[in-house]
């Protein structure tokens, strides 16, 4: 049974280039939420997909977008990257018909700003 | 505004011992608590949760204790083992679909 799957592993871009990270969710969930980690901080919620639709938003510029398509796997989206975007991003799956069970978390991507 | 706190960046613990793990919460609305582990390199692991009708949720050795009065929960693992070192997340949340607000983490080391 696999898990949440996250690609790229690593990631290294300059200021002003956009962004493209991909998640495929655990099999079974239909609910995707993507996390922003910078260094010594907890994960922050950037934005939660559910039915190809943005359901909720955290505190993040326009600059962050997504995406879900059809069979639940989402896209991140940032664009004109900043050097504060640099991050380990987490995207985490669920069912929405459970909101009480876990979220599943991918191992993430490590995304480098020069 | 941090809404969820763990206010103990790290703590180093002898194998064989117990560990304690805090966590302090603001927002009176937070209906459902869980911890995650996170190793390096990898993406958090859920470890156990409680929900706000419990004061006590236990699973093999770690236990987790909700203090609604004091918006307080700790996470005490017994006995403490080597590979129990790790980055530990307190995270809450409310009315099941709202998304996890999470605390900075402590890092646990375990010493045999």
């Known amino acids: 049974d696999a898990g949440v799957t996250q690609s790229p592993t690593h990631l290294i871009k300059t200021r002003g280039q956009q962004v493209t990270l991909r998640c495929s969710p655990k099999?079974?969930?239909?609910?995707v939420s993507w996390y922003q980690q910078a260094l010594g901080q907890g994960p922050q919620f950037i934005f939660q997909?559910?039915?190809?639709?943005?359901?909720q938003r955290g505190n993040f510029p326009d600059r962050f977008s997504g995406h879900q398509f059809p069979n639940y796997s989402s896209e991140l989206n940032v664009n004109a990257l900043l050097l504060g975007d640099s991050a380990l991003y987490l995207c985490?799956?669920?069912?929405?018909?459970?909101?009480?069970?876990?979220?599943?978390f991918g191992d993430g991507t490590r995304l480098s700003i020069l | 505004d941090q809404q969820v706190k763990q206010n103990s960046p790290s703590l180093s613990v002898q194998e064989g011992r117990i560990s304690i793990l805090n966590c302090d919460y603001t927002?009176?609305?937070?209906?459902?608590f869980l911890w995650y582990k996170k190793y390096p390199a990898e993406g958090p692991t859920f470890l156990i949760s409680?929900?706000?009708?419990?004061d006590k949720n236990e699973d093999g050795r770690f236990t987790v204790f909700l203090n609604k009065s004091a918006k307080h929960l700790s996470l005490h693992i017994v006995p403490s083992q080597p590979g129990d070192s790790a980055v530990y997340f307190c995270?809450?949340?409310?009315?099941?679909?709202?998304?996890?607000?999470f605390g900075k983490g402590t890092r646990l080391s375990v010493i045999a």
């Open positions: 995270a809450a949340t409310f009315e099941g679909n709202t998304p996890l607000v």
């Open positions: 985490a799956s669920r069912s929405y018909d459970r909101p009480n069970q876990p979220q599943h």
């Open positions: 099999s079974g969930h239909d609910t």
């Open positions: 409680i929900s706000s009708i419990k």
């Open positions: 997909y559910y039915e190809e639709e943005e359901r």
């Open positions: 927002n009176s609305m937070f209906d459902y």
